[in-house]
């Protein structure tokens, strides 16, 4: 850590405005559990024993820095420098009122402070005075609880829950980051007082599921929050996919643990959260869509597009963003079957619908499709596999061919009616749709003139030529 102070311009010039205005100072928190786990921090945060806001206009003053948001609600500030967040903050003892999470801010001490953190392993604080520089704080223990690899609270659990309840939530999701356990104290807590959530945001809420998801393995959280009874707090219709059921010998996979292995799948490909939201959702439409038949055992016939709908209820109570990313999700979760029912009969014109449908998320598609193969039979999961590379040739063959990627009608509707010198009516409709059949089975070429002899061949037929 001395080597670190010593050599960083921001924490020499925090170290020396500390000690030229008597004021002791710390940098606390994530930035320093981050150095022992050897983790690259984005942010750093500064406990100032004192006004956060002040001290903050004095060093960003120093470095120059003009731009400082503040927080006067909270007590703190913060300026970038050099892509770092730097946030600075007063030394607080907290009481909360218990219907929100609005804090009563009171001055306090390290100790004070360090108390009101939500883990052990978040509480560590290395002194940036001259007297001490360097020296590690660690009331709690963090630095053994990092070892042993566990989450704890400094507190008894159900204080640090029950004060701010989000910590259950941030409890889960960095032991899903880190892969760490909880401590039994705090899962044991964590259940009694799961109600508590309800006061949290959604906004706050899906801020900890997104860090989730983008983990190494997010089934661990999704499965620490069921075996809480947080899940079904605030996202009952996922905890709806647990389970299996058997009639008469034949049963179904349980679609709670399955979609949490191709969520985990999606992880190790790709980084791209909405992607990981298409894992998590595509097939949140199963339940509601679930049969039995005596002939055909199980059916969850059209769950893609149940599915779809219940995506942008799930998105509009979650306070997502209702733009192009849950188009995007939808999207997925409606075509999530197609690349497998291709696999089954890979013709031209089925790749050509696919590509026509899917467009520039084909990639993504195939990365989703070939994610919800989770069969055990490993031969069968091989087979899948190189299928689908059977389909991705396909598909970049028919792409040269027939740029159907960001495909626009090779004729407009106003060329349709000039050409046919019609006004706008069913007509046009009718004529443009089978242009775009016509193309998308191969019978005619992505062109504008086939596509015009075609309508004029289609408009005789019709009688309007
Ligand atoms: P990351 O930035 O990777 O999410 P972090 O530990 O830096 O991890 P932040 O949310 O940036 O987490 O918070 C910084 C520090 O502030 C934490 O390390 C912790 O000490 C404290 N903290 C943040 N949120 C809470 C909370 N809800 N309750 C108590 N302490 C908190
Ligand atoms: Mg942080």
Redesign the pocket.
Known sequence: MIKQILNNKIFKTISEIADKNEIEVYV???????YFLNRP???I?ILVIGSGIDFSLKVAEELGIKKVSKFKTFGTSMFKYKNMEI?F?GARKESYSRES?NPIIENGTLDDDQK????T???MAFSLNKANLGELLDPFNGTGDLNEKIIRTPLNPDI?FS??P??ML?AI??AT?LNFELDELVFNSIQKNKERINIITKERIVEELN?ILLSPYPSTGFILLDKTGLLNEFFPEFVNLKGTETINGTSHKDNFFHSLEVVDNLAKKTDNLWLLWAGLLHDIGKPKSKRYNEKTGFTFHAHEIIGGKMVVNIFKNFKMPLNEKLNYVKKLVELHLRPIAIVKDVTDSAVRRLLFEAGNDIDDLMKLAEADITSKNEAKVKKYLSNFEIVRQKLIEIEEKDKLRNWQPPITGEEIMEFLKIKPSKDVGIIKNKIKDAILDGEIKNTKEEAFKYMSNQAKKLGLL
């Open positions: 606390i928190g994530g930035f320093v559990r981050d921090s984005k942010d945060d946030e903050v999470r009101r953190r939500d883990f392993i978040n509480a640090t004060d701010d989000l910590r941030r999701r960095f980051q860090k």
